[in-house]
């Protein structure tokens, strides 16, 4: 609102009005500073806690035994035997000794030369059909192979089916055994009912390592399925429909499957959209294609061709619409339903987790390094290898052992693995064995050179018969450190709060009112917040509680089975608080006497730290400090609260707001007070301009009488 004023007594209305106003003001001021002093004092509140988070992070961590066994593992002769040791081990020796054979993987050669002339590993299998030194033709048969990916919702039992969403109508019901089914990236052995049930009619209990593929294509596991698995299932269908939305470039179009075995429908599908007032609606048209041969005909004219092997379509020039920028409601789309040539094989292993089983389809388009890829990623466990130069195949078991006594490790099954790679004849070149040693002079076997025991993980590295001693201590200087990096941590902890609760207070550096502010340099303005900041925690009950509970539980014993009593308190390990009380705690470390009491009793020093009981003197000190620490940001949580909390639930928060509704309620009133100087100025200039006016007519009256 704009006032003028002072027309008729000449005074500066507005500058009255003003200064009176800044006198009204003052306790507005006053609540706004105490406003700004309780948003510093919460904040400060919250670093604290934030401080006190960071520390209950570091005593999780020390609560873990592996700060306190930091375990070194040495060899006699690190050429034979390597030894190394986690937290878990226990200080101890080990001699190893008559390593007469060690561990192997099962190494198979191929019967010999997979091709006659010429083949590339890259290239179609079923292109190169011909060029195989057993060219199976009779293996390729006709589908569709496809894959569905399904996300397990809820854990599935033994007596339940899982629908993945497999086409009933489309799937090809007596290829269901040569599915591809995994979970989580471990196969399953498909089988289908009647597999399993006897000549009564009675169905046996499927396998752990079995799935029962149903009539309708859903499935049925041998062991439960846990929430959140993932079910891969690669499955033989009739055959594929595949579209292809047509741009102004289209002249070709490259299906994903090559060896195509028929194309039962090819089509041009032109769709127009049409809109009448808010209304939508699309007109779609097909035109059919025929194929004879490699010729793509439409109403007995040839429009393009495709090359059966390869999966490639190609189009003649202007055989094809194309969309037009002046007509963008029309589009054309291709569509292809069509089968193609596949094979599957079988694999099986015996491994340290049990046996494991795959199914493999191969598509005839796939090269053979697909296929080795395919062997090489699967859960089977075993590495095949093709060599160039031989022409031959290897497979190889990726762990080594015998984890099958009454037979062969590895199985194979399917003429393209056992007749084209030529693995029904092969050639064991390393037999899978275990690894004969002994121990402390107990002869044993072990199914790999790398074995671990009691926490010590051993690493055989060539066979010998004299002995090797290996032992376990601990690192004491790394515990040392551990050590020394807590108490650092807890020192920086206890620096920052004494500071905070001992900071001097300037009761005459108040916040800056925004006048104030208008009369001060940055610098200046910076440097009176500082002290207008400084000492709003000063003497601050719950935090200098926790400075002494914290320095209580340092100092108190720990009266614990698991600690001997000379190392039962902080001060008989080398750790004790400063002499100087102003530190407020602080500790400082003995590093000898500490590496001492870990060298001489390295239990008792961990569960000084660590130790659990029912009453606080059982506790270890870390568990007493958690405690605390703890208890201190629950106290400072209710006090002022954390990002996340509103203003009603915490107490600095309930003054806060409060005080903005004193705030309201003052500035309305010095509105209301401000208007009533301007109604009492504005009466008083209405009584001199009428008083003028008066005196004007007298003069002018007096004037005119003369």
Same mark, same amino acid.
């Given at each position: 609102?704009?006032?003028?004023?002072?027309?008729?007594?000449?005074?500066?209305?507005? !500058?009255?009005?003003?200064?009176?106003?800044?006198?009204?003001?003052?306790?507005?001021?006053?609540?706004?500073?105490?406003?700004?002093?309780?948003?510093?004092?919460?904040?400060?509140?919250? *670093?604290?806690?934030?401080?006190?988070?960071?520390?209950?992070?570091?005593?999780?961590?020390?609560?873990? *035994?592996?700060?306190?066994?930091?375990?070194?593992?040495?060899?006699?002769?690190?050429? $034979?035997?390597?030894?190394?040791?986690?937290?878990?081990?226990?200080?101890?020796?080990?001699?190893?000794?008559?390593?007469?054979?060690?561990?192997?993987?099962?190494?198979?050669?191929?019967?010999?030369? &997979?091709?006659?002339?010429?083949?590339?590993?890259?290239?179609?299998?079923?292109?190169?059909? /011909?060029?195989?030194? =057993?060219?199976?033709?009779?293996?390729?048969?006709?589908?569709?192979?496809?894959?569905?990916?399904?996300?397990?919702?809820?854990?599935?039992?033994?007596?339940?089916?899982?629908?993945?969403?497999?086409?009933?109508?489309?799937?090809?019901?007596?290829?269901?055994?040569?599915?591809?089914?995994?979970?989580?990236?471990?196969?399953?052995?498909?089988?289908?009912?009647?597999?399993?049930?006897?000549?009564?009619?009675? !169905?046996?209990?499927?396998?752990?390592?079995?799935?029962?593929?149903?009539?309708?294509?859903?499935?049925?596991?041998?062991?439960?399925?846990?929430?959140?698995?993932?079910?891969?299932?690669?499955?033989?269908?009739?055959?594929?429909?595949?579209?292809?939305?047509?741009?102004?470039?289209?002249?070709?179009?490259?299906?994903?499957?090559?060896?195509? =075995?028929? &194309?039962?429908?090819?089509?041009?599908?032109?769709?127009?959209?049409?809109?009448?007032?808010?209304?939508?609606?699309?007109?779609?048209?097909?035109?059919?294609? /025929?194929?004879?041969?490699?010729?793509?005909?439409?109403?007995?004219? /040839?429009?393009?061709?495709?090359?059966?092997?390869?999966?490639?379509?190609?189009?003649?020039?202007?055989?094809?619409?194309?969309?037009?920028?002046?007509?963008?409601? &029309?589009?054309?789309?291709?569509?292809?339903?069509?089968?193609?040539?596949?094979?599957?094989?079988?694999?099986?292993?015996?491994?340290?987790?049990?046996?494991?089983?795959?199914?493999?389809?191969?598509?005839?388009?796939?090269?053979?390094?697909?296929?080795?890829?395919?062997?090489?990623?699967?859960?089977?466990?075993?590495?095949?290898?093709?060599?160039?130069?031989?022409?031959?195949?290897?497979?190889?078991?990726?762990?080594?052992?015998?984890?099958?006594?009454?037979?062969?490790?590895?199985?194979?099954?399917?003429?393209?693995?056992?007749?084209?790679?030529?693995?029904?004849?092969?050639? &064991?070149?390393?037999?899978?064995?275990?690894?004969?040693?002994?121990?402390?002079?107990?002869?044993?076997?072990?199914?790999?050179?790398?074995?671990?025991?009691?926490?010590?993980?051993?690493?055989?590295?060539?066979?010998?018969?004299?002995?090797? *001693?290996?032992?376990?201590?601990?690192?004491?200087?790394?515990?040392?450190? =551990?050590?020394?990096?807590?108490? =650092?941590?807890?020192?920086?902890?206890?620096?920052?709060?004494?500071?905070?609760?001992?900071?001097?207070?300037?009761?005459?550096?108040?916040?800056?009112?925004?006048?104030?502010?208008?009369?001060?340099?940055?610098?200046? !303005?910076?440097?009176?917040?500082?002290?207008?900041?400084?000492?709003?925690?000063?003497?601050?009950?719950?935090?200098?509680?926790?400075?002494?509970?914290?320095?209580?539980?340092?100092?108190?014993?720990?009266?614990?089975?698991?600690?001997?009593?000379?190392?039962?308190?902080?001060?008989?390990?080398?750790?004790? /608080?400063?002499?100087?009380?102003?530190?407020?705690?602080?500790?400082?470390?003995?590093?000898?006497?500490?590496?001492?009491?870990?060298?001489?009793?390295?239990?008792?020093?961990?569960?000084?730290?660590?130790?659990?009981?029912?009453?606080?003197?059982?506790?270890?000190?870390?568990?007493?400090?958690?405690?605390?620490?703890?208890?201190?940001?629950?106290?400072? $949580?209710?006090?002022?609260?954390?990002?996340?909390?509103?203003?009603?639930?915490?107490?600095?928060?309930?003054?806060?707001?409060?005080?903005?509704?004193?705030?309201?309620?003052?500035?309305?009133?010095?509105?209301?007070?401000?208007?009533?100087?301007?109604?009492?100025?504005?009466?008083?200039?209405?009584?001199?301009? $009428? *008083?003028?006016?008066?005196?004007?007519?007298?003069? !002018?009256?007096?004037?005119?009488?003369?």
């Amino acid at each position: 609102m704009v006032r003028i004023g002072g027309l008729a007594s000449g005074m500066d209305i507005d !500058q009255l009005v003003g200064d009176l106003m800044k006198a009204e003001r003052i306790p507005l001021d006053k609540l706004k500073q105490n406003k700004q002093i309780l948003e510093w004092q919460r904040d400060d509140f919250r *670093s604290i806690n934030t401080l006190l988070l960071d520390f209950r992070s570091q005593l999780t961590q020390m609560k873990l *035994s592996s700060n306190y066994r930091v375990r070194q593992a040495a060899s006699t002769n690190d050429t $034979k035997v390597s030894v190394s040791a986690t937290s878990a081990a226990n200080l101890s020796s080990f001699t190893i000794s008559n390593v007469t054979q060690l561990a192997s993987a099962e190494t198979r050669v191929n019967e010999g030369k &997979i091709y006659n002339t010429s083949f590339d590993p890259s290239q179609s299998l079923y292109a190169q059909n /011909t060029n195989f030194t =057993n060219p199976a033709t009779n293996i390729w048969r006709s589908g569709a192979l496809k894959s569905i990916s399904y996300n397990l919702t809820e854990t599935t039992g033994t007596d339940k089916t899982i629908d993945v969403g497999v086409s009933q109508a489309n799937m090809i019901a007596d290829e269901r055994t040569n599915w591809s089914v995994k979970v989580n990236g471990i196969g399953f052995k498909a089988v289908v009912a009647s597999e399993i049930t006897d000549a009564n009619g009675v !169905q046996r209990a499927l396998k752990q390592d079995e799935v029962l593929i149903t009539d309708a294509g859903k499935l049925q596991f041998g062991k439960e399925i846990a929430q959140g698995s993932t079910i891969k299932v690669d499955y033989i269908a009739n055959d594929m429909t595949e579209s292809l939305s047509l741009s102004k470039n289209t002249s070709s179009w490259q299906l994903s499957q090559g060896a195509i =075995n028929s &194309i039962s429908s090819f089509k041009l599908v032109t769709t127009t959209k049409v809109t009448s007032g808010n209304t939508t609606t699309e007109q779609k048209e097909e035109t059919a294609y /025929t194929v004879e041969g490699t010729d793509i005909k439409q109403s007995g004219v /040839t429009v393009g061709s495709i090359d059966m092997t390869t999966g490639k379509i190609t189009f003649l020039e202007n055989k094809l619409p194309k969309p037009d920028d002046n007509t963008p409601n &029309i589009s054309y789309k291709l569509e292809a339903t069509y089968s193609h040539k596949f094979t599957n094989f079988t694999m099986s292993s015996h491994t340290s987790n049990g046996t494991r089983y795959d199914q493999f389809l191969v598509s005839g388009s796939e090269s053979l390094n697909n296929v080795m890829s395919k062997v090489n990623s699967a859960s089977v466990g075993a590495t095949m290898f093709y060599d160039t130069f031989t022409g031959q195949m290897t497979l190889t078991r990726s762990e080594t052992g015998d984890y099958n006594d009454a037979g062969a490790e590895l199985n194979t099954y399917g003429s393209l693995i056992n007749d084209v790679l030529r693995f029904r004849n092969h050639t &064991i070149k390393v037999d899978g064995k275990n690894a004969i040693l002994e121990i402390n002079g107990l002869t044993t076997e072990r199914t790999s050179n790398t074995f671990q025991m009691n926490g010590v993980t051993f690493t055989l590295k060539k066979e010998f018969t004299d002995s090797v *001693s290996t032992s376990i201590s601990n690192n004491a200087e790394k515990v040392v450190e =551990n050590i020394k990096n807590f108490v =650092n941590k807890y020192n920086e902890m206890i620096e920052t709060m004494r500071k905070k609760i001992s900071e001097e207070r300037y009761g005459s550096y108040l916040p800056l009112t925004d006048q104030q502010r208008e009369q001060l340099s940055d610098k200046q !303005q910076e440097s009176w917040e500082e002290k207008a900041k400084s000492g709003l925690l000063k003497r601050d009950p719950i935090i200098s509680t926790a400075i002494n509970a914290m320095r209580l539980d340092f100092y108190q014993p720990v009266i614990n089975d698991s600690v001997q009593t000379p190392f039962n308190q902080l001060a008989k390990i080398g750790i004790k /608080t400063t002499s100087n009380y102003l530190e407020g705690g602080k500790l400082e470390l003995n590093e000898a006497q500490l590496r001492q009491a870990i060298e001489s009793d390295p239990e008792s020093v961990e569960k000084l730290f660590t130790g659990t009981g029912t009453t606080e003197s059982q506790k270890g000190l870390v568990h007493r400090l958690y405690d605390t620490v703890l208890a201190t940001m629950d106290k400072l $949580k209710v006090k002022a609260g954390n990002s996340f909390s509103t203003n009603q639930q915490f107490t600095i928060g309930k003054l806060l707001d409060n005080m903005n509704k004193s705030i309201d309620r003052f500035e309305e009133k010095l509105t209301r007070t401000e208007d009533r100087y301007w109604r009492q100025f504005t009466a008083m200039e209405k009584t001199i301009q $009428k *008083s003028n006016e008066q005196m004007s007519y007298l003069m !002018q009256q007096f004037g005119g009488g003369a």
